[in-house]
C-alpha cells in the first residue's frame, strides 16, 4: 500500500508539473504575442510620427518647393498614411487587445481619410479658381486629424500600456502620437495663409499660361456650337468639357462653369500638365427639359491673357 501510495503521489506529482510546464508555454507564447503587437503598433506609430512630421513642416514653410513638387510631397504623405493604416488592419488582437485594435483601426481610418482629402484638395487650394473651398475643406480636415490624436492619447494607449501591465510586460508601452502638429491648423485662415506662401502670386503668372475650351459632351455626345444635339434625358445630365493646357507650365484648380437657364454649375480640373488636356464633368443640376442653351467658359488661369477660345454656346434638346 506505501509503494502503491509513493506511485499515485510520485505520479500526480509528474501531472501538475506537466501542467504547469504547459501552462507557463502558454503564458510564454500570450506575452510573447502581446509583445510582438506592441512592437509593430510602436514601428508603425514613430513611421506616422515621422510622416505627420514632414508633411506640416512642408506646410509651415515649403521653401523653394515649386506647387507641383508641393503637391506630389503631400500626395506621397497621404499614400504612406493609407499604408499605415493597411497595416493596422493587419494586426491581429492577441489576449485582452481587441478592444484596443478596433479603436487604433478607427484612428488609422480617420488620418488616412483626412490625408487623402487633403492632397485631393491641394491643387485647387493653391490655385486661384475654387481655391477657397479649398482651403475650408482642408482646415475641415484637420479636424479629423485632431479626433483621431484624441481617440489615440485617451483610449488606444493607455488601454494597450494596462494590458502590458496587466502581463506583466515592462519595457514596451507603445509611444504617444500626435498627428495634427499644431491646433493652429483648425483655423481656415492660418491653412490659407500657408498655402499663399506655397503657392505665391509669382510662382503663378511665371512664364506662359493660357487655357482653351477644346470639346464638349453631354452624357457622351459631342456637341456642336453650330446645331442644336438631341440629349436623353433620362438619369443625370452631365456636361464633360475637355479643357487643354497651352501654357509651359502645369495649371492647377482649372475651373470650368455651365450657365443654362439662368442657373450656373461648376467643376474643377485639380491639375492639368502643360501641352495636356483634362476633363471637367458638370452635373446639370436642376436637369434642363426641352430646348436649353449652355453657356460653358473656362475660368482665366493666373497669367492668362487671352481668353477669347475658353468659351462657347452649344443648343441641346432634352428629349
Known sequence: MLRRGLALGGGLLVLILIVLGIKGCL?????RELSDYAGNVTEIVKETNQTSKNFFSKLDDPGSLSVTDFVQQVEADASATESYRSRIDGLGAPGDMGSAQS????????????????????????????????TAGIANQMQKLLA?????????????????ADNGIDGEDVPASTFLADDKWLDESEVATALGVTGGEEADVEGVHGTELVGVSVNGTELSPEAPVGISGEGTVEVEAQVQN????????????????????????????????????????????????LEVKVAAVPGESVTENNEASYTIVVE
Open 246 to 293: 497651352q501654357g509651359e507650365s502645369a495649371e492647377n484648380g482649372v475651373t470650368v462653369s455651365v450657365t443654362y437657364d439662368g442657373t450656373t454649375v461648376e467643376g474643377d480640373i485639380p491639375s492639368i500638365e502643360a501641352g495636356e488636356v483634362a476633363t471637367a464633368t458638370i452635373a446639370l443640376t436642376p436637369a434642363p427639359k426641352g430646348e436649353v442653351t
Open 148 to 164: 483621431s490624436d484624441v481617440l489615440y492619447e485617451t483610449i488606444v494607449r493607455p488601454e494597450i500600456d494596462g494590458v502590458l
Open 27 to 31: 503564458d510564454a507564447r500570450a506575452n
Open 103 to 134: 479603436t487604433l483601426e478607427l484612428v488609422y481610418e480617420l488620418r488616412a481619410n483626412a490625408m487623402t482629402e487633403i492632397a485631393e484638395k491641394m491643387s485647387t487650394a493653391l490655385g486661384k479658381a475654387g481655391s477657397a473651398n479649398a
